[in-house]
């Protein structure tokens, strides 16, 4: 039986034969591996691009002060980003299913109808929840708006919920059974975190300064975006094209995702806020896509100007 | 006339969602292949079209064309040749004019099929659809092979990069994934492959194996599976007996919805330990599929006890403040000021304590884990708490059901003080949306307001409830809800829609009343007077109008009447009139329909325009007496009678 991390090396190996770039998580926190800017930025644009990485998602209602066999304050998704999608991607997928062990000619796998979107990032696309034998094992989603703007290349998601996965692998009921690795359980390594951002997301995250927070990254993000566009009269070297910081901006509005999230959590969002704050943080989101792939494809007299 | 040629059309997909695929069916059994019949048969993965008996060449065709008139000279002769495409002695002159005979040559149907079946693919009409490669085509999910033959060839086309062949791909896992076929094997091949074609045939494997296996017969799940798989097959799984203490329906939602499994009952009514699961795949010799599900019901089902006895802590009662933080609608404000205005109306429409209570308490489960996690069951988990938290019998069966009905099938609620809830709080959701310009439009109605407004009409009548419509509706409400009104007894309980807007002229006041009518004037109407007499009551209106008549006019003098057929009227008149007191509506109904004799005659033997002022007048009076007594259970006026133009449309 492989424990929790040969079976992610296995997986990482899988789709690194395939010519996937292995990266590492984003250092900031996010919802879901979608977020992180190897997905959500480099899915934009004309680029090809092949990517997987293990994102830790956090998601502040979830927790369950490490109580609950299956629910998480923060689980790990291996998120593989293929753009544009092979037309074997659902081969290659369930190729890597065999790859950590599960002989598919004895299990049960249906694709279900799952359609994706996130309000927050005026991302949305089309797939299939994947099955096996009755488990939800896999998120398999056919990008095709990300920032509010249509993909031209249209990438294939593919997102392992691992603990799910490898619990069914080990056979255990709880997630916290789960053998990290040898002599060493999930419980062991992640007990602490469940525990303790459960107390702060629930009931010590001071939610003024949550809100202050919130601001002031948002007014971050603001200003870098509105700089960009005005940035050719202002004459300053910094500002130019290539050289502009969209990637910090970005940044800035995950900033903001994570702290609506966890203002929700503390049960401080009102109803007349709610679709007020989803609205700020959309906005910031969508005005960052729109100028990064005006930043990747520079008009003519840009590009000479960067040159 | 040959034997004609075979076809076999297969469009090869990733996985359609099972719920769509019906409909493309029907799309394609329209397909034209050219007099032949198609057969189409789908499963999740390739839509085909088979038909015989194609021909090899469309017929040759003759196509007269019109030219210029010969008073227009040779010039326009000629230049309507060129234009053609022929020289001008191709024309010849019929009449007046210039005509050209054109031969069509029929042309061969591959190439045809060539040509239209690109167009025919991605002209399907699906709910949504999606772009995955860079010809920028559209349909439901990638199109991954196509096979398409006509006789012993390939027809060859392309559609979004993938060229057509004869070449088809079995079972995802247990099939091949390259098998060549013809017309005649195809069918078979898929079998080997581990694909059954017809969904007939799927759906009726997984019926006799999930009967065999002791599951409770569910249509809506076993279509659901048929176009999930290509090779159904059925297996029993087991839970911990323990778990039946939950309630039947959070066990039977998980099962349903959350795993689409059967479920099993030890006798009717009552849940066993068990659950049938459909897998997309031949068997499960060694038993590990059978082990997944039970493991992952076991997971949901203490997910299930978990949110059952965390919600526990709270009561219902103590969460009603909570509903200040769940949104109702962005505009509306929250649930706790839906719920104090149910509560409100519930008070108003005179609903009593228990009523009361249960309105108080309705939305109070929306911001339990259970509700939380199993959207489907609100309402429900509120009535079992409430029940289980002490709450009289009458409050907690009123919010176990305060959402029906959810469909025109689903019946609407079974206690006075559940019906009262249910009817305040869709009539709460309609006036407040309507109030804010939320109106549903065309396919929008994002917040299913037909679907309340179908719910208030459906609890309106078969509870018999005494509210008057006018009283509940006005303004653009009104209307709509009128027309849900006349759609619900034309088109659910199939009445006429002639006597469903003679009932509604009439100034019935309450829906029960509206029915009582109906079911009336739907006995009656095939009586052998009644359709005469209507047609003599649209007479009668149209004359009345004509004249102009205004009923203030001139009070209606007996002593004017004439004898003979007007004075026999006006005594079948009084006699049906005396009758009419304290009668059912049939009887009434009857009685009015009895003075038909006596109307024929006297628009057979009297002119109303007579001659004398004051006795034309008179009479318009007395018809106008007729009309207006009676049309109060019914406008005749309204009804159409055979010989009326707009019995045509």
């Not at chain 2, 045809?112 to 709910?127: D, I, K, Y």
């Not at chain 2, 409430?386 to 009123?398: L, R």
Request: glycine content about 6%; overall charge negative.
């Amino acid at each position: 039986m492989d424990t929790f991390q040969q079976t992610l090396f296995k997986l990482k190996r899988y789709w690194d034969e395939r010519g996937a770039i292995i990266q590492e998580p984003h250092d900031v926190e996010v919802g879901a591996g979608t977020m992180a800017p190897e997905t959500f930025l480099r899915v934009l644009g004309k680029k090809p691009y092949k990517v997987a990485y293990v994102q830790p998602s956090r998601r502040a209602a979830d927790g369950r002060y490490g109580e609950n066999p299956n629910r998480l304050y923060k689980h790990q998704q291996l998120q593989v980003i293929l753009k544009p999608s092979p037309d074997d991607i659902l081969e290659q997928y369930l190729g890597s299913l065999e790859a950590i062990g599960i002989d598919l000619s004895k299990h049960d796998i249906k694709f279900e109808e799952d359609n994706w979107e996130a309000p927050t990032l005026g991302a949305w696309g089309v797939g299939w929840q994947v099955m096996l034998d009755g488990m939800e094992i896999t998120q398999f989603t056919y990008f095709q708006q990300c920032g509010g703007i249509d993909l031209v290349l249209v990438p294939a998601e593919i997102t392992y919920g691992l603990e799910r996965l490898v619990a069914f692998l080990q056979g255990v009921e709880s997630v916290y059974d789960i053998v990290w690795t040898k002599g060493v359980t999930y419980r062991d390594v992640r007990f602490q975190d469940e525990l303790q951002y459960s107390v702060y997301n629930f009931e010590m995250a001071n939610v003024d300064r949550l809100w202050r927070l919130f601001a002031e990254h948002e007014a971050e993000c603001k200003e870098l975006l509105a700089k960009y566009e005005t940035r050719e009269t202002l004459g300053n070297e910094t500002l130019q094209p290539r050289r502009y910081p969209l990637l910090a901006a970005y940044d800035q509005v995950l900033k903001c995702s994570n702290l609506f999230n966890l203002l929700d959590a503390r049960g401080a969002i009102s109803v007349t806020e709610r679709v007020g704050v989803i609205k700020r943080v959309r906005d910031l989101a969508v005005g960052t896509a729109k100028l990064w792939v005006d930043q990747q494809n520079p008009a003519p007299e840009n590009s000479k100007e960067a040159a | 006339m040959s034997s004609g040629l075979n076809f076999l059309l297969e469009i090869g997909t990733e996985e359609i969602p099972h719920w769509m695929i019906p409909s493309a069916v029907a799309q394609l059994e329209k397909l034209d292949l050219f007099g032949a019949t198609p057969q189409v048969d789908a499963t999740p993965r390739r839509l085909v079209v088979r038909a015989t008996g194609l021909p090899m060449r469309t017929a040759d065709q003759t196509l007269v064309v019109k030219g210029p008139p010969i008073t227009a000279g040779e010039k326009a002769a000629a230049g309507f040749a060129k234009k053609q495409g022929v020289d001008l002695s191709a024309m010849t002159k019929v009449g007046d004019y210039w005509e050209l005979t054109k031969n069509i040559p029929g042309r061969l149907v591959g190439e045809l099929l060539t040509e239209s079946l690109p167009a025919a693919v991605l002209g399907l009409q699906w709910p949504k659809t999606m772009f995955w490669e860079s010809t920028g085509a559209r349909f439901i999910r990638p199109i991954r092979w196509m096979v398409a033959l006509l006789g012993d060839q390939v027809v060859p086309f392309e559609i979004a990069g993938v060229k057509s062949g004869n070449v088809t791909k079995g079972h995802r896992i247990l099939g091949a994934s390259s098998i060549p076929v013809t017309f005649a094997t195809y069918e078979s091949e898929l079998r080997r492959n581990f694909v059954i074609l017809s969904s007939a045939e799927r759906r009726s494997k997984i019926q006799t194996e999930i009967t065999a296996l002791g599951a409770k017969p569910d249509a809506d799940l076993l279509e659901t599976l048929t176009f999930i798989t290509e090779y159904p097959a059925a297996i029993r799984g087991d839970f911990d007996p323990a778990y039946l203490e939950l309630p039947a329906e959070v066990l039977t939602t998980v099962m349903r919805f959350h795993q689409k499994y059967f479920s099993v009952e030890s006798a009717p009514g009552k849940l066993a330990a068990h659950f049938v699961a459909v897998m997309n795949t031949s068997g499960d010799p060694e038993g590990l599929v059978k082990k997944g599900n039970e493991r992952v019901t076991k997971a949901r089902f203490n997910d299930a006890r978990f949110f059952w006895n965390v919600d526990q802590q709270k009561k219902l009662a103590d969460r009603v403040q909570d509903l200040s933080h769940v949104t109702f609608q962005a505009k509306l404000g929250s649930y706790l000021e839906k719920t104090n205005r149910v509560v409100e109306l519930v008070k108003t429409l005179g609903g009593d304590a228990n009523a009361q209570r249960a309105a108080l308490l309705c939305k109070a489960d929306l911001p339990t884990e259970m509700v939380k996690e199993f959207t489907d069951l609100q309402g429900i988990v509120g009535g079992l708490y409430a029940k289980h938290q002490g709450e009289p019998e009458a409050v907690s069966q009123a919010i176990y059901e305060h959402y029906k009905p959810l469909s025109m099938e689903d019946s609407i609620p079974s206690t006075p003080e559940g019906q009262i809830v249910a009817l305040a709080d869709k009539l709460d959701t309609l006036r407040e949306c309507f109030r804010i310009g939320l109106v549903p439009t065309g396919s929008k109605d994002p917040f299913a307001l037909r679907r309340a407004a179908q719910g208030v009409v459906k609890i309106l009548v078969e509870a018999k409830l005494p509210y008057a419509f006018d009283s509940l509706f006005d303004g653009e409400l009104r209307a709509f809800m009128l027309d849900r009104l006349q759609h619900y007894f034309r088109e659910v309980r199939r009445y006429k829609y002639d006597e469903v807007n003679a009932v509604l002229a009439s100034g019935a006041k309450t829906l029960a009343d509206v029915e009582d009518r109906l079911i009336a004037l739907s006995a009656v109407r095939p009586t052998e007077n009644f359709e005469p007499l209507a047609a003599s009551f649209k007479r009668i209106r149209n004359i009345l109008k004509q004249a102009a008549f205004n009923p203030d006019s001139w009070l209606f003098d007996v002593k004017l009447l004439e004898a003979g057929p007007e004075w026999d009227l006006h005594q079948a008149f009084l006699k049906a009139q005396g009758d009419l007191s304290g009668k059912s509506y049939r009887e009434a109904l009857e009685a009015i329909a009895s003075i038909r004799p006596q109307v024929d005659l006297f628009f057979d033997k009297v002119l109303v325009n007579a001659q004398d002022e004051s006795v034309r007048s008179n009479r318009l009076a007395f018809l106008n007496n007729i009309l207006t007594e009676f049309s109060t259970i019914a406008d005749f006026s309204e009804i159409v009678t055979t010989g009326d133009p707009a019995n045509k449309s």
